[in-house]
């Protein structure tokens, strides 16, 4: 059973006796809809007819300031005269939804699309358009006409990252002027901690929930519990965020084919997800990526199920209206109103016995607040004794405790270490402190312990460098490293295209780092001549536009594992 607040309870039964988002509950499934991934969507209506989803996530306005808006076949048609999408059908099931008890919010960004704020004050000014054109303001071209959305999801993947802060707060600026009735803002962060983009307005801005991106990244779904880092987020909700009651919701692939990787079966997310609900008190409920994917699978109805049985509600307080600075003291007002909600320890107070996970937990959390007081716990030093599987950081190096004695490496250049959920990860700096010496505690792993391969470790857990390929159509390109078994690779490669999408015919070639082969590929057909990989689409399958293009390709390698060199990346559409 969901449970809801009084008010909301009113609400819903003024709507006809349905069930209604209480955005308080961990009980939560919010699902993007609008980018057609699973090639069969339906009309949005058509998904808000039964009580499988609570939030519906409209992907996306991918363009900023200059509105570009994209939801494939669900929209194709525009304001006479401009190329504005202008939605009809969309809007009356908005408002079909809406009667349901549902939620609908916009997202802006994606992981291919033109947009980005040059500065404070132009975000605020869209802020403004953006009320005027899909919320209660008016504007000579609405694209969803008179319904009025709920609220803003920002999926922000590309573009730079200033002037999100002054847009969130003079939207909820215009949300306050309409105390009636509630909205949200949300966002969709990656999973590795912090976000490239979204880091620092995570921190200065007040969002309702959060979902996080566990796919496409070592730190996702598939590789739990190693590298899964809810911890991360959880411990971001409750000493960072400036809404002490944000909700993070564990994002994960509708489908095999919704992700490069991070997929798992209902039963597997269903352990992941009970795990989740017990430990941590920040979850809000499940995001998946997107609606055709989870709804083809299957997946939806078992999500609904795992989040209906069980499930409790806590209480938030209301944001900050004119301010998003001055609100943390108006953030433990309202206490829990749930008499089932597990005691979940704080993060930082867990119990230190039990396992390495716990004690490089605090590590992390003690080496991720700048502060001046803490003095810097150990530094591994390279040839010293160490015990069992540990690992540290010192600084610009990664430590491993290989056969009783520490074998320190350096880390790319440009990147620090960290410990992040008891691993030491190679990273940038994003603001934090590039002096950090840590060691974890001693248990070993219970995979890749082979710790005579120790470059497979970092590598791991580098964060790709975006760069341009140079192409006949702007692109950007991005490799992901994915799971590493033994001397066997798996590299995710990721094309977004900036602008104009690109055509079923098109080819990347890449160099390939010393010491790796190319395999397979999951998408497309694959050549290698001497070190240069090159994979081509296949025209019968790539008969349409794409904004965007994820596969993996698998391989070999001997040495030390790396990424592919996206400087050397070319790619063609024809
Ligand atoms: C998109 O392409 C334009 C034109 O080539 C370029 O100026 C801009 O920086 C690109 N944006 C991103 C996010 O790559
Ligand atoms: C590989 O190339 C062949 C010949 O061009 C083509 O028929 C086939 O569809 C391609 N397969 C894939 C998976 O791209
Ligand atoms: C392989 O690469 C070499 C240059 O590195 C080039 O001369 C040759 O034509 C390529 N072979 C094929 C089949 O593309």
Redo the contacts with the bound molecule.
């Keep these: 059973m969901k449970l809801f607040s009084t008010a909301l309870a009113a609400l819903a039964t003024l709507a006809g006796c349905v069930t209604a988002f209480n955005v308080n509950c961990n009980s939560n499934y919010a699902s993007y809809y609008g980018q057609n991934s699973a090639r069969n969507q339906k009309t949005l209506g058509s998904y808000c007819a039964d009580a499988t989803e609570d939030v519906i996530v409209l992907a996306f306005m991918n363009g900023f300031p200059n509105i570009i808006l994209n939801f494939a076949n669900a929209c194709e048609t525009t304001f006479e005269g401009s190329s504005l999408l202008h939605c009809p059908n969309i809007a009356a099931d908005i408002k079909y939804c809406q009667s349901q008890g549902k939620v609908v919010i916009l997202s802006m960004g994606g992981a291919a699309g033109s947009y980005g704020f040059s500065s404070d004050s132009q975000a605020s000014q869209f802020a403004d358009t953006t009320w005027n054109m899909f919320f209660k303001g008016t504007a000579a071209q609405r694209p969803f006409d008179d319904a009025v959305l709920d609220g803003i999801d920002l999926d922000i993947e590309g573009g730079g990252t200033s002037g999100y802060t002054a847009f969130i707060s003079q939207l909820r600026s215009h949300f306050a002027s309409d105390p009636g009735r509630q909205y949200y803002i949300a966002a969709a962060p990656q999973c590795p901690f912090p976000d490239a983009y979204l880091g620092s307005t995570l921190n200065s801005g007040w969002f309702d929930m959060v979902y996080v991106q566990f796919y496409n990244n070592y730190c996702g779904l598939n590789a739990y519990p190693t590298w899964f880092n809810f911890a991360d987020w959880d411990n971001w909700a409750k000493t960072q965020s400036i809404n002490k009651n944000v909700k993070v919701y564990i994002g994960a692939p509708g489908s095999p084919s919704a992700a490069s990787s991070g997929y798992i079966d209902g039963s597997t997310l269903s352990t992941i997800f009970n795990a989740v609900r017990s430990k941590y008190t920040s979850l809000g409920g499940i995001m998946t990526w997107d609606v055709s994917q989870a709804r083809t699978s299957g997946l939806a109805g078992s999500i609904r199920a795992m989040l209906d049985s069980g499930g409790s509600c806590s209480g938030g307080g209301p944001p900050s209206s004119t301010s998003t600075t001055s609100s943390s003291s108006k953030t433990t007002s309202a206490t829990s109103t749930s008499s089932t909600a597990t005691t979940a320890p704080a993060y930082s107070t867990a119990n230190p016995s039990s396992t390495t996970a716990v004690s490089s937990t605090t590590t992390t959390s003690s080496s991720s607040q700048p502060s001046s007081s803490s003095t810097p716990a150990s530094c591994p030093v390279s040839g010293a004794t160490c015990s069992g599987g540990q690992q540290g950081c010192n600084g610009q190096s990664f430590a491993l405790c290989n056969q009783g004695k520490w074998y320190t490496s350096p880390c790319t250049p440009g990147t620090y270490c960290y410990m992040s959920g008891g691993v030491a990860t190679c990273d940038w700096s994003n603001g934090r402190p590039t002096n950090t010496c840590a060691i974890s505690g001693s248990s070993s792993f219970s995979r890749r312990t082979d710790l005579t391969k120790t470059s497979l470790i970092t590598a791991a857990n580098l964060r790709p460098k975006p760069a341009s390929a140079i192409a006949n159509i702007p692109t950007r390109v991005e490799f992901v490293v994915g799971d590493i078994v033994d001397d066997k690779y798996t590299t995710v490669v990721k094309i977004q295209a900036n602008k104009s999408a690109f055509t079923g015919n098109w080819l990347i070639s890449f160099k390939l780092p010393t010491g790796q082969t190319a395999e397979t590929t999951s998408?497309?057909?694959l050549s290698v001549n001497g070190s240069t990989v090159t994979i081509?689409?296949?025209?019968?399958?790539e008969s349409l536009q794409n904004m965007a293009a994820f596969f993996k390709i698998t391989g070999t390698f001997t040495g030390h594992y790396a990424l592919p060199d996206a400087a050397s990346a070319v790619f063609l559409s024809t």
């Design positions: 998408r497309g057909n081509s689409s296949d025209r019968s399958v």
